[in-house]
């Protein structure tokens, strides 16, 4: 074995890093190692039998599988949620693009505007709706055309001044609806219908 002093050495290693010598500075290439047929079948075998116990441990009740009473619970609010809301209606697209609301949404600001009309009540609403433009808003089930028809049943306050002039009533019922459909939704023109049927003391 030959001995180097600290110069030689490091000559030596300069000289290894010269261009002269062929090295470059090109990044080494590690080739990924290869999966043969028995190790992709031993990690099948592994997700099979972890299947298998999960499926197990849920068929025996095992709690460490199942879902909590909060998280049922949970879920079942969100579906009821989901069914107040009702379908999604589709209204005049904004400057952002097409919009829809819930039928939920909907029903509120009808319900609001004829409930702000002095000696009303609101009752219920019926909305009709054009047939839904697939190409609108991507035509997902479950969602409606934009309304084209409301008929507003209301009842009206027993011995007011509005339940003493019915047509007066009916007609600022309507001009309220209106009113609210396109300032809050961009709804307009729609044919609206006030019926009349009940009265309430207060």
Do not use: C, F
Request: glycine content about 8%.
């Amino acid at each position: 074995m030959s001995m180097q002093t600290p110069q030689e050495h490091e000559e030596n290693e300069q000289g290894a890093r010269s261009p002269g010598n062929g090295a470059t500075n090109a990044p080494v290439e590690h080739e990924l190692p290869v999966e043969t047929a028995e190790q992709s079948a031993a990690y099948d075998s592994l997700i099979r039998s972890a299947h298998e116990e999960w499926a197990a441990l849920e068929k025996s009740g095992d709690p460490s599988v199942s879902v909590s009473s909060g998280s049922l619970a949970a879920l079942k609010r969100s579906v009821r949620a989901e069914v107040r809301r009702g379908a999604q209606v589709e209204v005049p697209p904004t400057g952002r693009g097409p919009m829809s609301v819930s039928e939920l949404t909907l029903h509120t600001v009808l319900r609001r505007a004829v409930d702000t009309v002095p000696d009303a009540r609101s009752l219920r609403a019926l909305v009709e709706y054009e047939e839904e433009d697939a190409g609108s808003h991507g035509g997902r089930s479950g969602e409606r055309g934009m309304p084209r028809a409301v008929t507003l049943r209301i009842s009206v306050q027993l011995g007011s001044p509005g339940a003493r002039d019915l047509p007066r009533l009916a007609e600022d019922v309507r001009s309220a609806a209106a009113a609210a459909l396109h300032r809050d939704l961009g709804i307009d023109p729609v044919r609206i219908d006030v019926h009349i049927e009940d009265l309430h003391d207060q």
